[in-house]
């Protein structure tokens, strides 16, 4: 029988053609004789999408400490150096010094690539000698002041907010599956060599880097829920 692909919360779907396992990414593929009454359940129809996307100006370099530039970990709100030139992935970097860090919390709030805005909150704790990274999980257009609380521990921890060499596209809200199809430097198309972020949705390493001189386009496709 036809199937149908839904976003649904739960484990598992009992439905009246069959029995469905929700996986990690919280959806399931189910018998399309199931759809509605699962949409009467709280489920979402999921469909493909396919989308083009070009930067409006030509997105500067990745740089350490774009952001926000290094400086001390301490409770409070970090200063914002600049926003995102264009939509693109942000990390977060925080280190230790010789000590751990055994507690705390920063409170991120941004305006993501899908246009819905998120807080995410990033566990501070980390062995001693030790830098993390935390990409935030979405193309980040706007960020708003993050927020440090509870830090305990570390000797002179550090932290900085980056900008990286993957581009943000539009997608919709929940867009999951997001895979690149083509991709062009100043309207030429560029063979392969692309990168697609594992970890923030929407987000892609074009061939060429970015320098602050070269326009991007994208051909790209992503699932979400039919509105």
């Given at each position: 029988m036809p199937t149908a692909r839904i976003a649904f919360?739960?484990?598992?779907?009992?439905?009246?053609?069959?029995t469905y396992q929700v996986g990690s990414d919280g959806t399931a593929t189910v018998d399309t004789r199931d759809v509605i009454p699962l949409l009467g359940k709280g489920a979402s129809l999921l469909s493909n999408r396919s989308a083009f996307y070009t930067t409006?100006?030509?997105?500067?370099?990745?740089?350490?400490?774009?952001?926000?530039?290094?400086?001390?970990?301490?409770?409070?709100?970090?200063?914002?150096?600049n926003q995102p030139d264009v939509m693109r992935q942000v990390n977060v970097v925080w280190g230790t010094g010789t000590a751990p860090i055994s507690a705390g919390n920063m409170a991120i709030t941004y305006v993501a690539n899908d246009g819905q805005t998120y807080t995410e909150n990033l566990a501070l704790a980390l062995a001693a000698s030790s830098i993390g990274t935390y990409p935030l999980s979405r193309g980040c257009i706007h960020i708003s002041t993050p927020i440090v609380t509870a830090l305990a521990g570390g000797t002179s921890p550090f932290r900085h907010l980056d900008t990286t060499a993957f581009l943000a596209v539009p997608v919709d809200p929940v867009a999951q599956d997001y895979a690149t199809v083509s991709e062009a430097a100043d309207g030429t198309i560029e063979t392969g060599g692309w990168s697609d972020s594992t970890t923030s949705i929407g987000c892609v390493s074009p061939l060429t880097a970015p320098n602050g001189t070269h326009t991007f386009s994208m051909f790209y496709q992503f699932v979400a829920p039919v509105i």
């Open positions: 919360t739960g484990g598992v779907i009992q439905g009246q053609y069959g409006p100006v030509g997105p500067l370099a990745a740089t350490s400490g774009r952001i926000i530039a290094s400086g001390a970990l301490s409770n409070g709100t970090l200063s914002i150096s």
